[in-house]
Structure formats: C-alpha cells, structure tokens
C-alpha cells in the first residue's frame, strides 16, 4: 500500500449495482453468504470463548498456587543439591510433563507401560462431587444398622482409609472404624475386640478381588458373623470378590473405576467410602482436592507449580544418589506418611532404580544424616513444627504447613501428580509393579503343603534364632569374630556385623512379622533412630505383610543399597482360616518367608530373627546392642 496504493473516499456508495448483481450471483452458484458469516461469527465466538476460558482458568490457577504458597509458608531450600535439582526440573521442563500429564500422553512414561488403563485418579474431584450424595445416603443408613465397621484390605484399599480413620477421625454419626491389614494371629482378634459383631459392618475391600490376605480375613469373619447383610464390598467390575458379594448376599457392593490403580485410589471409592462411614465431610475434602488440581494445573509455571517441582526435585536428587525421601510430619499428620510411602516406593521402585520413603524415622540433629536426604516437613499451621535447622546445615528441605486436617485431601492429590512426575524423571512407569507378584507365588507354594518345612538356623542364643543364606552367614560369621569373641556367638554381634556391611548411601530396613501393636511401634522407631544416629544410614521400619503391598516393591525391585533385617516370631494363639488347610499363623509363616527367599534370589544382603518364645522384646534388645557394637554407636 505503502508503494502503490491509492486512498479514496465513499467506496461504500460506489458501484452498487454491481455489488448486488455479484451477491445475486453467489447465491445462483450456491453460497449463502448469510449462513457464512453466521458461521464465521459461531466460530470466532466459539475461539474467544475458549481462550477467555482458558486465560481465566490459568489465571483462577496462578491464583490458587500463589495463594497456597503464601497461606501454607512455603518454603523450599535445596542446599548442596540444588544443581541435582535444577537437573530434575529441567527434565520436567523439557519433556512438558505437566501439560502432557494432564492430557493423558502415556508415552510420558515410555512405549510400553500400563498407564493407558491408569489416569482415572486425574479425574478424582469429579467423581467426588458425583458420588458425594450417594455415599452420604450410604453413611447414614449404614448409621442406622451398625455402630463399628472392621476395614479388611491391604496395600491401597487399606492405607488411605488408615489416614482418614487417624487424622480426622470419627465425627458426630460416624461409625467406629478400625482397619485389619496383617494375618498375624493376634491382629486379627484385636480387628473386632470390644465390638458388638451384630452391630459391625465388615468393609471387604480389594481391587483385584483376590488379594490372599483379604480373601482370608473374609473367609474368618464370615465363620463369626454368618448373615451376608454384615459385609459390603468395594472392588473393580468383574471380579471374583464382585461374584462372592452377590452369591453371599453382601449389603451393598460399590465398583470402582477400573482404571485407577490401587495406591493411587484415595479419592475414589476405596477412601471415599470409609471416609463417608467415619462421618466425615465428603464435599469438604473433595473441595481440598479441587483446590490441589487447580494449583497442580499445567497452567501454573513450574516455578509455583509445586506437586511437580516436589516431582522433578526428588527424581532429579534420587539421580545423583539422594535418594532418601524422608517424611518429618508433625504428629497430628504422621499417619499420612504410611500412605506416601507406598505410593512412592511402589511406583519408583523398579528396574534398578527408585525413590526410598523413610517414614516414622525421629528427627535427627543435622549431623545425625548422610548426604542422601531429602527432606519433606509437613504440619499444621497451629503446630510449632520447624526443621529449618537441616536446611541451615545444607540439607534439601521442602516444608509447608495445613490450616486444617481435612486438607489431607489435596496432600493425596498433590503427591499422586508428583510420583507421576517422578517416574517420567526416573524414565520408569510408575503404575505398574512388576515385582510385586514374586512374594505372593513364593508364599502360595510354600502354603500348599498347609505346614511348613522346618529349617536350620546358622545361630541360636539367647531365645533367638538366626537365619541367613549360607553365602551371608559365611560373611557374618567372620565379620561379628572381629567384634569380640562374645560378639561372635551373640544375636547382636551377628546383627551389628550385618549392620557394618553398609556402604554410604545403602538403607536399612526393618521387617517386622509382628502383631503391630503401639509399644512394639515406639521400641522399634527409637531403634530406627539410634541406628541412624550410629550409622548416618537411613532406616525404615515396615510391618509385615502390610509392606508388602508397599515398600516391597522397592525391596525387590530397587536399587540393590538396603540391608535387610527381618524379624519374626512364635506366639500367641494361632487362628485357622475356614475353608482353607492352613491357619492364620501358618500363612503369616508364609509370607515372611516367601520374601525373604525372594530377597535372596534377588541377591539382597538379608537376616532374618526369629524369637522363639514371642517375646519381641528381645530383638529389640539385641538391637539396641548390636549399635552399640557399632563404630560409632558409643555414642547414643
């Protein structure tokens, strides 16, 4: 125009005639030119419409984030890992994890992975507010009929539940709600102890339908309750456990959607309705996690965006040998670290890789770590619950605070985006478990004799026994020599010995085949802490066969750092299980030892102790001096 172009007024009265006569001719050759700008005017409005939606969801999204970040003092400090760090976000940067996350790309997380049949969890505030109303009908009949409710589940279906039932508790109307999640004899007549069996309701909860442990529990409280209108099921369409509901007459059977896994189902049936029995406010909660989702978006800049900053930070640490996830929860929270923990140990822990949750471990001084922490503190905002002083000393430390309990809901939804996140870091797909099944055929063919062979154990004192590969022992033997002689014949200086073989950066993991009673809990968290404290080495603490459906995977399937420390026991008065030939006794036998042969098939350093006449008391004895056999273990 600038070159050639002529100005003129009044083109709008020009040739008029011949505009009419070209608009007659369009409409001869067929074209409506009404019908076009109506279309047209559709479309625009259609495109502004949908960028002014997604401008205010970006910006509602921004604000949700920053909102957060200010109200739950967030803090972030990554000290001498911060590079490791940069590492990781870069990698959630570059690969466009959130967007694509969000989209449901599945090949995020590689060609070949289950993911596809996976990503119904992204949907959870929505099947929240749709089954809100249903379920709080449920909940006030179920109010009606009964006044406890006995939880029999494992891995997912029982560990979120766990968390409502421990952090928020029963409310006005709600019913009793314990949780059965281990064969051990003395567990499960502790599941119904002081409750009316005609007033319980039994939650059978499993979403494959044939968890063994679940399928035992049913098959027990059956033979003690024998009327159908005691049990509800929550289970996947299609299942023998649906199949049972309907030939035993359940009283209600809820189906899940069948594409959300199990430790990613908190939000769905399997927490939502415990939670509803427990009284709690479902709305309320499905709010918390609405308000997650949002801040979580991909429209958040990764800057803000912290389910998956906590994602790339974690992935990008555990890449440089930081690998220890560690959970410095305030006690009104701590329960939720159980929950975490299987989430990310059973999602990252795999082809040699993976992420290790350390969970009811005490705090330490900051010199009591290694350098493979990272630390998540989490509290409510009414607690003085501080960890600043790791961050001073150069740990890398995230710690926000919760105005109120019920956020655990969103925590759910944060972490469940963040373990996503982490595995497309790691580069390993996060929704399956491949090594999981191993532990369970190990102990179904060692149950089809209904006894056990006995075996021999390479040290017998002081009412415990000690089992170990003949390779191991070997080692041990000579390792605990060089303690003492007394070393060498004592339970602890084996243990100490099997301690000592740790590298920096290896793990220590308690496996405990026991009734999971609050003492024996608080003996074997001190122990967590002084082996830490004499060794720098992080330490777990699992009670079997609960973990099992969690940090198992991790054992197995993980990096090989962990030593292994399994304790089991005689006692207390077994249970036989109907309709089966073996006892309760018989199968938690079982499931100890189907692992630890897994372990060792696996080439993991394990020991196992035996107390002999079920006082564990004694282990935790022989603990306690086997760190002080340690190096370093004068001083604690």
């Not at 060692?446 to 390479?458: C, H």
């Not at 720098?536 to 420390?565: D, E, I, M, Y």
């Not at 026991?569 to 073996?582: A, R």
Request: some cysteine; aromatic content about 6%; overall charge neutral.
């Amino acid at each position: 125009f600038n070159d050639h172009g002529k100005v003129e007024a009044d083109t709008v009265i020009k040739d008029v005639d011949q505009a009419r006569a070209q608009l007659a001719r369009l409409s001869q050759v067929g074209i409506d030119l009404e019908k076009v700008c109506a279309e047209l005017t559709e479309q625009g409005l259609d495109l502004f419409s949908k960028a002014l939606d997604g401008l205010l969801h970006a910006i509602s999204a921004r604000a949700a984030a920053q909102t957060f970040a200010k109200k739950a003092q967030l803090r972030e400090s990554l000290g001498r890992r911060k590079e490791d760090a940069a590492a990781g976000l870069d990698a959630v940067r570059e690969k466009k994890i959130g967007a694509r996350l969000w989209a449901r790309d599945t090949a995020l997380w590689g060609a070949k992975n289950v993911a596809k049949t996976r990503l119904g969890w992204l949907d959870a505030t929505k099947f929240g507010k749709d089954h809100a109303a249903e379920l709080a009908t449920f909940a006030r009949e179920a109010a009606q009929k009964f006044r406890h409710c006995v939880l029999l589940g494992m891995g997912g279906s029982s560990l979120a539940p766990e968390v409502f039932a421990r952090v928020l508790g029963k409310r006005e109307g709600g019913l009793d709600l314990r949780v059965l999640d281990s064969t051990a004899p003395d567990a499960v007549r502790a599941a119904t102890r002081g409750f009316e069996l005609r007033k319980t309701l039994f939650l059978v909860s499993s979403k494959s339908g044939t968890t063994t442990e679940v399928d035992a529990f049913y098959r027990y409280f059956r033979g003690q309750v024998n009327d159908g209108a005691n049990f509800a099921a929550i289970t996947d369409p299609g299942t023998p456990l649906q199949k049972r509901a309907e030939q035993d007459r359940f009283w209600r059977t809820f189906l899940n959607p069948p594409d959300i896994g199990g430790r990613y189902s908190a939000l769905s049936y399997f927490g939502l309705v415990p939670a509803s029995l427990l009284g709690l406010d479902l709305n309320g909660l499905i709010e918390q996690a609405g308000k997650v989702a949002l801040a979580s978006h991909a429209r958040v800049p990764l800057q803000e965006n912290l389910a998956l900053r906590i994602g790339g930070i974690a992935a990008g640490l555990a890449k440089k040998g930081a690998d220890k996830l560690t959970f410095l929860f305030s006690k009104s929270l701590a329960p939720l670290g159980g929950w975490l923990e299987q989430l990310v140990a059973e999602s990252t822990g795999k082809q040699g890789r993976g992420i290790v949750p350390v969970d009811g471990e005490p705090p330490g001084t900051k010199d009591a770590y290694g350098n493979d922490r990272l630390f998540v503190s989490l509290s409510l905002a009414s607690e003085a619950h501080d960890m600043s002083h790791l961050a001073e000393a150069g740990h890398p430390l995230l710690q926000w605070k919760l105005a109120t309990p019920a956020e655990i809901a969103g925590e759910f939804l944060r972490w469940e985006i963040a373990t996503a996140a982490m595995g497309a870091v790691l580069e390993i797909d996060p929704f399956d478990e491949p090594n999981v099944a191993e532990s369970k055929d190990k102990t179904k063919s060692l149950l089809s004799a209904g006894t056990l062979p006995p075996q021999e154990p390479v040290l017998r004192s002081q009412g415990l026994a000690l089992f170990a590969s003949a390779d191991h022992a070997q080692v041990l033997r000579k390792a605990a020599g060089t303690l003492g002689s007394a070393a060498a014949a004592s339970p602890a200086g084996w243990i100490a010995a099997h301690l000592a073989l740790a590298d920096p950066g290896n793990y220590v993991a308690l496996q405990l085949y026991l009734p999971p009673e609050g003492d024996l809990r608080q003996s074997f968290q001190d122990v967590q802490g002084g082996i830490r404290d004499a060794t720098k080495l992080a330490c777990t603490v699992g009670f079997g066969p609960r973990f099992l459906h969690s940090t198992g995977q991790l054992h197995k399937g993980g990096p090989n750092t962990g030593l292994f420390l399994q304790v089991t026991s005689d006692g207390g008065e077994d249970l036989q299980i109907p309709g089966t030939p073996y006892s309760f006794g018989t199968l938690f036998a079982a499931q100890a030892r189907g692992d630890l042969e897994v372990l060792q098939a696996h080439g993991r350093r394990a020991l196992r102790v035996h107390v002999e006449d079920g006082d564990a008391g004694k282990v935790v004895a022989a603990l306690r001096e086997a760190v002080g056999l340690l190096p370093n273990g004068g001083h604690h």
